[in-house]
């Protein structure tokens, strides 16, 4: 007393379900392997950043004990921009 309609849909069901799982776990570990190359990446960019910024710092105390409209009108630029509001 099989149902070969119903077996036929489940059966459908459970291949779609299999092939969606074995897309997943693909995206899943080429995004990993994704993060893994750009993480020392990221880290050394960080580190360039985080200089820059210290050296920012280093030249505006500078500024502040002998000023300088040069070293004044420089470090304007290098203020962020306010965003716009809306």
Known sequence: ????????????????????????????????????RSTPQATAENSYLAQAQMLVGDVTAYNQK??????????????PKAAPAK
């Open 1 to 36: 007393m099989k149902c070969e309609t119903t077996n036929t849909v489940l059966t459908f069901v459970l291949g779609m379900l299999a092939v969606a799982g074995v897309i997943l776990v693909l995206r899943t570990v080429m995004q990993t392997r994704e993060l893994q």
């Open 66 to 79: 002998k000023p300088s409209p040069e070293l004044t009108k420089l470090l304007q630029s290098l203020q």
